[in-house]
Every structure is written in structure tokens, then in C-alpha cells.
């Protein structure tokens, strides 16, 4: 995570490439990819939209943010536009951590808490393939 490693999307790009399109470049052809910016800027919409390109892809997707607020209302748009396409399933997509928002707390299929409950207890090697999915995903 400390960002030293080699710009691979450049040599990608074309060059009259907007900065939507870099974003995209930068997210499939990067190991990180930052993004930050004031409030109304797009972040959100745009991050829903190349998550739901990874997932279309089956590449992995972790998401971090400074809030659970926001971590939330990424989980949301990725869920709704999921659902609208009939292509929603069950734990592929797992939200780590607290959340207050009344229409994530209904998801039992997307909540790490919900789903242990809804599964019944967890068996040692689906902790044990789960903390690997976890530490794979910080890796990368």
C-alpha cells in the first residue's frame, strides 16, 4: 500500500483517454488503486460502476474507506444494480464491519455477522478458506 510500485495502465491507455476512462484503466491494470475527492465529485458512482465490471470479471474487490458510511452506500448502489440485472448471489459479495444502515441490515446474504448466523456455526475450513480469501485480497 505505500504506492511505489510501477504505473502498468499508462502503456494501456489511449491518449486522448478522460478521466473516467483512466480510472478504470488504472483500476484493472494496478495492484491499488486510490481514489479521493470532495463530496459530489462522482467517487461513488464511479466505484460502483468498476466494481460491478470487476465482479463481472470474477476479480476480486476490497474496498476500504475512512467511514462505514461510506463503505455502505457502495454496498447499496452494487446491490441494487446487481438485483435490477438478476445477478445477485448469495455471499459472493461479503460487507466486513458495522453498519447502522436499515436496507444492508436486511441483506442476510451480505453482512459477514449475518451470514455466520444464517449458515449456522462456521466448520474450521471454511474459517481457515475465508482468513486466506482475506489475507489473498490484502496481498494483492
Do not use: C
Not at 495502465?9 to 478504470?24: A, F, V, Y
Not at 481457515?128 to 494483492?140: A, P, V
Amino acid at each position: 500500500m505505500n504506492a511505489d510500485s510501477t504505473a502498468k495502465h499508462l502503456s494501456k491507455m489511449k491518449k486522448e483517454s478522460s478521466t473516467k476512462q483512466e480510472l478504470i484503466y488504472r483500476s484493472f491494470y494496478n495492484a491499488t488503486t486510490y481514489i479521493w475527492g470532495p463530496p459530489g465529485t462522482g467517487k461513488s458512482y464511479n466505484l460502483t460502476n468498476i466494481i460491478l465490471k470487476h465482479y463481472e470479471k470474477n476479480k476480486s474487490v476490497l474496498v476500504i474507506a475512512h467511514s462505514n458510511a461510506a463503505v455502505d452506500v457502495l454496498m447499496k448502489n452494487v446491490i441494487h444494480e446487481l438485483e435490477q440485472k438478476d445477478k445477485w448471489k448469495s455471499g459472493e459479495i461479503v460487507r466486513y464491519g458495522y453498519t447502522k444502515d436499515e436496507v444492508l441490515l436486511q441483506h442476510e446474504d451480505l453482512l459477514s455477522s449475518k451470514l455466520v448466523e444464517v449458515n449456522g456455526s462456521i466448520n474450521q475450513y471454511e474459517l481457515e478458506n475465508l482468513d486466506e480469501r482475506k489475507h489473498s485480497m490484502l496481498r494483492k
